[in-house]
């Protein structure tokens, strides 16, 4: 009934999903099977975008597909496809008066579509860029859906939506259990539903609900003044100061409104197109602090001026960006730092730039970034984020796979070839990563520790569970004996996977032990890992080891933060440790003052 394909992996085009087309999925709500679409587009990208679209009583999921533009708005996209959900009301109706909470209503159903996201076997939806679309009955769904569980959305757009106050007063009282990326089912953090923002556009085509406009208003903590967008738009902006400036920004938090007439019968190509181009997708909710972190999505070759490569690497097709800043072209005979940031699995170099904030450190301090892209494989590891099962997806190669290019001549290639365009100090390379990026930052520093300075993996320690232990490959045994200063990280909503604190048996105290033989320093045991930590500001704990006086191995706990990272986070890395590093002659040498570009 529906057309879909499954394209065999092809190495001279490697950058999309091999599932393609339209696909009938289903969910059970309350014991009750409820159904959905989901199309994705042709040359749809791993880590896409996604959008739930919710139609007026009497359209079915099959009338979205059929009847509107979205499907085509999906497939003409130029570079950010989004993946289409497309939901429908039970017998034709949506139970729009359904009481908070109802746990088989069809805010239930959004829920139990929301949660099929985790699936990677048919798609990949990156959890920055998650959308919701409703329009009359279905707008109302949306708007509830949205109250109900505000942290996991980065923009919500209804027309003709009509929610209850009584829904609102109820949702913005609610504790929030699902602070995205992780669940607080015990309110430690006391955070509830309406301290949580969401980007929202409310169109109207008689009398705007003006309830629904002032609940969004007061989350978004938009100033009383509003602004023309356009003849038909208005939009109220923020401008009072935002928690975790670093990693939040204040543009993003924002409430438009419309009058347009007939705007579910004219919600076409012309509107839609509006609806994703000039709202939706500019919005992005990064994981990191509790509730999420608004910011304005910005593409790193238009927006951030990133050379893009699509390159054949040992007969591989790889990719990657390299971000230089303007006062490193004003002086191309000085040289400058190169810092390799390295993206997680399913992920790519574009979302690691938007999500780590790499590029504006180097704005400020004057070096090179590189965010690779890994090639796409598998995980052979069962966990909350991968299955053997998967698409595949970005995946660095650390395990020398056969049907993978081999990563470590690709980084060797990028140093030289980044070299020969920019002036790099090759005294002063550097690696961070996230999640799998931290596991190939650490065994680039393990196979090749001459060529870097100092690493910082970040949500990563050497993982159990691997097809293999990182530390008996023989790229490890082989590796020169040479020192490398390591700071790792870890958030305090990840222990399920990267243990928080360091104790006797887990993987962090064993990678910190690991990491101290490495660097010679003595004994290699640690006695007590309670001692030596100290606080940085209210969320950070550090505990570093030094020899001689310098920082050799570290380990932060960040608190309340989930398996993600943070432009924060790449501003300590880079001030408090990669600043003050060079290898000269094979040795490291340490600059307490930190070295100026």
């Known amino acids: 009934m529906y057309q879909n394909e499954c394209k065999a992996f092809d190495p001279k085009h490697p950058l999309q999903v091999s599932k393609q087309g339209t696909f009938e999925r289903w969910v059970d709500v309350g014991g009750q099977r409820r159904r959905f679409l989901v199309h994705i587009p042709k040359e749809c990208r791993e880590a896409a975008p996604g959008i739930f679209i919710l139609p007026p009583d009497g359209w079915s999921a099959d009338d979205l597909l059929e009847k509107t533009c979205w499907t085509w708005l999906s497939e003409t996209e130029n ?134 406009v002032a609940y969004w208003k007061v989350r978004n903590q938009t100033d009383a003044k509003m602004s023309y967008l356009t003849q038909d738009t208005v939009c109220y902006r923020r401008t009072k100061p935002i928690e975790y400036l670093r990693n939040r920004d204040a543009a993003a938090y924002v409430v438009w409104e419309s009058r347009i007439a007939n705007a579910a019968e004219r919600s076409g190509d012309r509107l839609l197109r509006r609806i994703w181009k000039d709202f939706l997708n500019t919005h992005r909710r990064w994981m990191g602090d509790p509730g999420g972190d608004l910011r304005i999505a910005r593409d790193p070759i238009r927006d951030e001026g990133a050379a893009y490569h699509m390159e054949e690497v040992d007969g591989w097709l790889r990719e990657w960006y390299t971000y230089v800043p303007e006062c490193v072209k004003e002086h191309p005979e000085r040289p400058v730092p190169l810092v390799f940031a390295c993206h997680g699995y399913t992920c790519n170099g574009a979302i690691y730039m938007g999500h780590s904030g790499w590029h504006h450190v180097a704005d400020k301090n004057g070096f090179i970034v590189v965010f690779p892209t890994a090639s796409y494989g598998r995980m052979c590891v069962e966990n909350a984020y991968c299955s053997s099962d998967n698409l595949l997806l970005p995946a660095w190669n650390i395990f020398h796979k056969e049907t993978q290019p081999e990563e470590f001549p690709f980084f060797r290639y990028l140093i030289d070839r980044t070299a020969q365009e920019y002036p790099v100090d090759r005294t002063r390379v550097f690696a961070t990563g996230h999640s799998l990026g931290s596991l190939m930052v650490q065994m680039l520093g393990l196979a090749m520790p ?47 996977l990267v243990p928080d604190r360091p104790e006797d048996g887990n993987r962090t105290a064993y990678t910190l032990e690991a990491w101290r033989r490495l660097n010679h320093m003595e004994p290699a045991a640690v006695q007590d890992w309670t001692a030596g930590w100290t606080a940085h500001g209210t969320r950070w704990e550090d505990l570093m080891y030094r020899k001689d006086g310098v920082p050799f191995v570290g380990f932060t706990r960040v608190e309340y933060m989930p398996h993600a990272t943070m432009e924060e986070m790449s501003w300590r890395i880079w001030d408090e440790f990669f600043s003050h590093f060079a290898r000269v002659d094979d040795q490291i040498v340490y600059h307490k003052e930190g070295v100026k570009s």
Request: proline share 6%; charged share 20%; hydrophobic share 40%.
């Open 79 to 212: 570079k950010e496809k989004p993946i289409l959900f497309f939901l429908e009301p039970l017998q034709g109706c949506w139970q729009t008066a359904q009481p908070y909470g109802c746990s088989d209503g069809d805010v239930a159903y959004v829920e139990a579509v929301f949660r099929e996201l985790s699936d990677r076997h048919l798609f990949n939806v990156h959890e920055s860029s998650v959308y919701l679309f409703g329009c009359g009955e279905g707008g109302t769904v949306a708007q509830m859906a949205a109250m109900w569980n505000p942290a996991v959305y980065a923009g919500l757009c209804t027309i003709d939506d009509r929610v209850s106050s009584g829904y609102m007063q109820t949702a913005e009282r609610d504790f929030a259990l699902n602070l995205d990326g992780f669940e607080d089912p015990q309110h430690r953090f006391h955070i509830k539903k309406g301290d949580i923002a969401l980007p929202t556009w409310m169109i109207y085509s008689g009398k705007p609900q003006e309830d629904t």
């Open 450 to 496: 001459e060529l870097f300075a100092a690493i910082a993996p970040c949500s990563g320690v050497l993982f159990s569970g691997m097809e293999q232990e990182p530390l008996s490959l023989p790229e490890v045994s082989s590796r020169r004996d040479l020192e490398l200063p390591i700071w790792m990280f870890g958030g305090s909503e990840e222990a399920f």
